[in-house]
Each structure stands twice: as structure tokens, then as C-alpha cells.
């Protein structure tokens, strides 16, 4: 049986129905999935860049989370230290009249502001004994006369 060609389009295809190397060729880059273009070495690099930067970014958010939580719980120190100081003195002194908004104004402050702050279980649970601590100094110095101890 001869193999005569007969023209078919821009692809020449025999009577046995084998296609030309030409057609094989194309028919073979449809089969093969699409891969996606590498990245070029530029465009890893930002994308280095980039992942350094969150890493970066995520331990100075975690560092200023310590500053923040560590601040709140030194003004509760100050706080108990001036409570201290209020509770020694006579009562209507000058100093106890003194300490004792610096003191309130201390716990309003750390209340308000420990809601903005993440604490690790540590330092929630010295927060939580400090105010405790202040709220019951406060007690003691203004009595029921401060609707606003939280």
C-alpha cells in the first residue's frame, strides 16, 4: 500500500493517518500541562526581602507588646508605692490628699489601657494581682466615697 500524501490544511496527513512531525509537535505542547514561569532570580530576591521584613515587623510588634505590658505593670508598682505612702500618712495630711488621685489615676489608666496589649499568661497574672492590690489600697484610702473604683 503506497503512502500518498494529500493535502489536509497547513498539516499534511497520510492515509494511514499518521500526522506529520510538524503536527506531531503541536499536538504534543497541548498535552503538556501549562507550567508557570520560574520566577526570576529578581523577583525571589523581593520576595526574600519581603518574608524578612513580616519577620522582622512581627518581632518588633512583639518586642513593643513587652515595653507596653511591662510599663503597665511598673505604673501599678508606682501606684502601690504612692498608696503606701498615702495609707501611712495621718489622714487629711497634705501628702495623703496628694497621692490619692495620682493613685486612682494610675489604676484608670492601666484599666483603660490593658485592653490595647497582649500579656503572656505571666504577665497577665501579675496584672491582675497588682490591680487587685491597688483597687483594695484605694478602698482603704477613699472608702465608699469613689463610685468610680472599677
Do not use: W
Amino acid at each position: 500500500m503506497a503512502t500518498e500524501r494529500r493535502a489536509r490544511g497547513p498539516a499534511q496527513i497520510s492515509f494511514l493517518g499518521d500526522a506529520c512531525p510538524r503536527q506531531r509537535a503541536s499536538k504534543d505542547r497541548m498535552r503538556k500541562p501549562i507550567d508557570e514561569p520560574k520566577p526570576s532570580s529578581e523577583t525571589r530576591k523581593r520576595r526574600e526581602v519581603i518574608q524578612r521584613l513580616k519577620s522582622k515587623s512581627e518581632e518588633i510588634n512583639n518586642s513593643a507588646q513587652r515595653v507596653h505590658a511591662n510599663f503597665l505593670i511598673t505604673d501599678l508598682d508606682l501606684a502601690l508605692i504612692l498608696a503606701g505612702t498615702a495609707l501611712d500618712a495621718p489622714p487629711g495630711s497634705d501628702k495623703r490628699l496628694r497621692n490619692i488621685p495620682r493613685v486612682h489615676e494610675a489604676y484608670d489608666t492601666v484599666l483603660r489601657l490593658r485592653k490595647r496589649v497582649r500579656f503572656t499568661p505571666l504577665e497577665a497574672g501579675e496584672l491582675k494581682a497588682k490591680l487587685s492590690q491597688v483597687k483594695s489600697a484605694l478602698e482603704k484610702l477613699v472608702g465608699s466615697r469613689s463610685p468610680k473604683i472599677a
